[in-house]
């Protein structure tokens, strides 16, 4: 069993930066596939960003440039650092941990970018 408790996001007025974290609990952290989703009033869930056990990334093509995901094995957190932020990123951040059928999320943290 995985617990996930993102923090770090709030209101940012646009080209601000915002670094969220997700601690997750319990053991075994490094070998899940870890990932950054976003969920905006209205629309479906989406990838942000994703980092393997191996430390392979990708990102949605929307932040590309602008996002870096990355993860701390030691101290067992997940980062997300967002830069140039722009209105259309604003969500509820979700953290997900993924092995094979093993699949759990966080709470969310919302990220407000406005003026």
């Known amino acids: 069993q995985v617990q996930l408790v993102e923090s770090g996001g709030g209101l940012v007025q646009p080209g601000g930066s915002l670094r969220l974290s997700c601690v997750a609990s319990?053991?075994?952290?490094?070998?899940?596939?870890m990932g950054w989703y976003r969920q905006a009033p209205g629309k479906q869930r989406e990838l942000v960003a994703r980092?393997?056990?191996?430390?392979?990334?990708n990102y949605a093509d929307s932040v590309k440039g602008r996002f870096t995901i990355s993860r701390d094995v030691a101290k067992n957190t997940l980062y997300l650092q967002m830069n140039s932020l722009k209105p259309e990123d604003t969500a509820v951040y979700l953290c997900?941990?993924?092995?094979?059928?093993?699949?759990?999320w966080g709470k969310g943290t919302l990220v407000t970018v406005s003026s």
């Open positions: 997900n941990a993924a092995y094979y059928t093993y699949d759990y």
């Open positions: 319990g053991s075994f952290f490094s070998i899940y596939t």
């Open positions: 980092i393997t056990s191996s430390g392979s990334t």
